[in-house]
């Protein structure tokens, strides 16, 4: 019997963030192994025209969730979404379920936060630094609670190499900060903002370091874990391989690159591309919450869920296999044929930037204009250059994050939740992990049939045959203009001409011979 199952049993669990990537995924596993939990509050927020109501129904209805249908039939009935907006105060949680929240809740796992790493830092620190205060001020009111998970990253410290299981402070407190932000224009934080994000490479890390300190400070009497995870990438087991419904982290590239539009990338590809499977990530922050509610560490502990001091990957090796899964499960309609070059040149990167990325836009867009369609190749091109910009301090360096902390919980664990919550990730085989991921990405993202694959082939191969006759006319093309206007290219022409005409002319003369 599984110890952290039987914990988590009758136990009323809230979830913030439970819509997105990690979220779901932790719903998931909670309602798969412990069917008997009492309730998990969701705080929701309608989006995109649907309401707090309709998103919970899809996600419940989604495939993510069919193995939990078996196991929890009544998974619809034990899950309660709270109309919640983050950025309100209070959250724009109403008085009743704000009282029940108070009264009932046992385990809180703080998931909510906004990951892109262009945010305005006035909208950062209120999502990542001042939601995170108000949940634990909200935590200090619940009687009943037992533990306070914080999924923070373990680039919160990016601007340092060795990282360690400890919160390492920003030279400016995080109230200055949080007070700073109601009255200072945005001109002015604007401005401001490479000053106080200082050697991080944006203010998604740098409000992720702010929210690890007002978790520290704001502590109080809680029992509070934070857990920081790496790239974290689609499911390696559960509930199934390849799992993944967003661009976030390597997926929004891989696809970028099955399609035929990125064909090379800044990148160093003996770094360490420290993924993190996503199941792996939830299986120990349920861990994390057993531990932290019932050991009651008398610190607040630091759980680094990562790969690279464990199971190293690079991300050359990463990218090899990528396009070897493309060879074999192609994406639809590519725009190239998929090609990865990695280079740490910058000037090289640029040169192929414009000849391999820029170029082919410009080209596609002069021949969409040419059939009466509107161009939009070299705006996409645009933005996803400006993602990759984006992407590249992740993929140009290595960092080293310490284990202990996570080390220490798999060895407290008993055999059966080594099993059932496996967070091990030496056990994980890379090249069968990442085929699975371009897979689940083909699959769960890209919505593809794997019956689409032969044409998907062709495609590839039609593709190929327009490559080599345009690089053929491109070649005449430009021998042509040289012959026009050099004395030297003429007398190579006519040299390798007459060279072609006699060795022609002798065999003919042997074949007549031969006769
Ligand atoms: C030669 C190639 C070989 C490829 C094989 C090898 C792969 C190597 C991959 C290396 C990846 C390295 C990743 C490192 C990540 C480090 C993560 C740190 C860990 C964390 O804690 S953070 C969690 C992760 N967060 C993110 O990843 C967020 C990143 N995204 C953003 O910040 C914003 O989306 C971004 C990039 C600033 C774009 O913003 P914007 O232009 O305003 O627009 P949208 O967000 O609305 O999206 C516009 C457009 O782009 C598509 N999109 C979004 N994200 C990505 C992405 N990551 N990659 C590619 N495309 C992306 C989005 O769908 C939109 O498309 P449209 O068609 O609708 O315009
Ligand atoms: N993905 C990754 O690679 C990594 C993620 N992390 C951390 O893991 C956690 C989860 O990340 P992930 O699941 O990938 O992120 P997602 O972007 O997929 O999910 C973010 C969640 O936060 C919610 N949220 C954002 N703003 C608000 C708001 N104003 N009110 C209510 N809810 C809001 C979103 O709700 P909605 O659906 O309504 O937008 C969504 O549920 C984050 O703390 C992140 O920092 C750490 C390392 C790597």
Not at 163 to 173: A, K, L, T
Not at 301 to 319: A, E, F, Q, R
């Amino acid at each position: 019997m599984s110890m952290i199952a039987a914990f988590y049993s009758g136990k009323s669990i809230l979830i913030t963030g439970a819509t997105g990537f990690m979220g779901k995924v932790l719903m998931e596993k909670l309602f798969r192994t412990s069917p008997d939990l009492k309730v998990i509050y969701i705080l929701v927020r309608p989006k995109a025209g649907q309401t707090t109501q309709q998103r919970v129904f899809q996600i419940l209805n989604s495939q993510l969730f069919q193995k939990v249908k078996e196991v929890c039939p009544n998974v619809h009935e034990k899950i309660r979404a709270i109309y919640a907006d983050l950025n309100q105060n209070d959250f724009a949680i109403s008085k009743e379920d704000m009282q029940e929240l108070l009264s009932c809740t046992n385990i809180i796992f703080h998931c909510a936060a906004t990951v892109r790493f262009d945010d305005h830092l006035r909208h950062a620190v209120q999502l990542n630094v001042t939601a995170t205060q108000q949940l634990l001020l909200m935590a200090s009111q619940m009687p009943k609670l037992e533990a306070f998970i914080h999924i923070s990253t373990a680039f919160s410290n990016c601007n340092l190499k060795h990282i360690d299981e400890v919160i390492y402070p920003c030279p400016v407190e995080p109230k200055k900060i949080i007070d700073s932000m109601e009255w200072l224009d945005d001109a002015i934080i604007d401005e401001i903002t490479p000053k106080l994000i200082g050697d991080r490479p944006n203010t998604y890390t740098y409000t992720k370091a702010l929210g690890e300190m007002v978790v520290q400070q704001e502590s109080g009497n809680l029992n509070i874990a934070i857990i920081r995870p790496s790239i974290v990438g689609a499911t390696w087991q559960e509930p199934f391989p390849g799992w993944v419904d967003n661009l976030n982290g390597p997926s929004g590239l891989i696809i970028a690159a099955g399609k035929g539009f990125l064909r090379s990338i800044r990148a160093t590809p003996m770094a360490v591309a420290d993924l993190i499977p996503v199941d792996i990530v939830v299986n120990l922050t349920l861990a994390v919450g057993w531990y932290t509610a019932v050991h009651r560490p008398k610190s607040t502990l630091i759980y680094h869920c990562t790969s690279g001091n464990l199971n190293p990957c690079n991300w050359g090796k990463m990218g090899i296999q990528v396009l070897a899964t493309f060879e074999k499960a192609p994406f639809e309609r590519a725009f190239r044929r998929p090609h990865a070059d990695f280079t740490t040149n910058l000037i090289i990167s640029q040169y192929w930037n414009a000849v391999s990325h820029r170029a082919p836009a410009i080209i596609y867009d002069f021949y969409l204009r040419l059939t009466g369609r509107k161009p939009r190749m070299t705006k996409v091109m645009n933005r996803l250059l400006r993602t990759v910009s984006m992407l590249e301090y992740f993929v140009n360096r290595s960092w080293e994050w310490s284990t202990y902390n996570t080390e220490m919980l798999m060895s407290e664990l008993s055999p059966e939740d080594q099993r059932v919550f496996n967070f091990d990730v030496r056990q994980l085989n890379w090249l069968e992990y990442i085929e699975n991921y371009v897979l689940g990405i083909k699959k769960y993202l890209l919505k593809e049939d794997m019956a689409g694959i032969p044409e998907a082939k062709q495609h590839l191969k039609r593709l190929r045959n327009i490559h080599y006759l345009f690089n053929t006319a491109l070649f005449l093309i430009a021998w042509r203009l040289l012959i026009a206007r050099s004395q030297m290219a003429r007398n190579v022409w006519f040299f390798i001409v007459s060279f072609c005409y006699k060795f022609l002319s002798y065999f003919r003369a042997l074949s007549t011979l031969k006769v």
